[in-house]
Each structure stands twice: as structure tokens, then as C-alpha cells.
């Protein structure tokens, strides 16, 4: 297993593979410094073709935000502060040949 934190900066999606075997979970995303403490900061992820929503942060409500996500094939962090970075973290496993709990391989 393999912790890793990853800063996306403004206007730099961040795109990722967690490779043959390996899934990435994502356990949490936080705001970095601004000087405006009064703007919402939604977070995308597009994964499979689909952009969603993984939640809005903001300095006053809600600095930070835990979740608990599983990725298996490629996909691409982003969000559209203008005003600074977003710092996810979370980590890497490999997942043995006989697969994962909750993963349907084809």
C-alpha cells in the first residue's frame, strides 16, 4: 500500500492510473491558503466519461471533506478555484487475481 497526497493546482487537472491490479482510494481533499475565506470551491472528478461533483469545500464551513472512494481504472481530478490549490490524499493497493470484494472484473 502506497499513501500519497497529490496538490491540484488552479487550472491543472490532475489526471491519474492506478495500473494493472491496483486501485487508488481517495479518503480526503482540503483547501489550500487564500487570502478570500468567504468563496465555495467545488471538486470534480471525471471518471468513465462522466464529470461529477465529489463535494464543495469552503474556508468558513467546510475546510476539508472526508470520503471514501475507489478507483480502478483512470480518472481526473480538477476543480475551478482561481485562488489557489486543492491537496487530495489518499492511497494505493494492489488487488490480487482473485479480485477485490466489491470490484466485478469482465
Not at 489550500?32 to 472528478?45: D, R, W
Not at 464543495?56 to 472512494?69: A, G, I, R, V
Not at 480502478?72 to 490524499?89: A, C, M, P, R, T
Request: net charge neutral; aromatic share 12%; charged share 20%.
Amino acid at each position: 500500500m502506497l499513501l500519497s497526497g497529490i496538490e491540484v493546482k488552479a487550472g491543472q487537472p490532475i489526471k491519474t492510473d492506478p495500473g494493472a491490479n491496483y486501485v487508488i482510494h481517495l479518503s480526503q481533499a482540503s483547501l489550500g491558503e487564500s487570502k478570500n475565506k468567504a468563496e465555495s470551491v467545488p471538486l470534480y472528478v471525471n471518471a468513465n466519461g462522466k464529470k461529477l461533483v465529489l463535494g464543495t469545500l469552503s474556508h468558513q464551513n467546510c475546510p476539508q471533506l472526508s470520503f471514501d472512494l475507489v478507483f480502478d481504472q483512470d480518472f481526473e481530478l480538477s476543480h475551478n478555484w482561481k485562488n489557489g490549490s486543492i491537496y487530495f490524499l489518499g492511497y494505493k493497493t494492489y488487488v490480487p487475481e482473485e479480485g477485490y470484494p466489491f470490484i466485478k472484473r469482465n
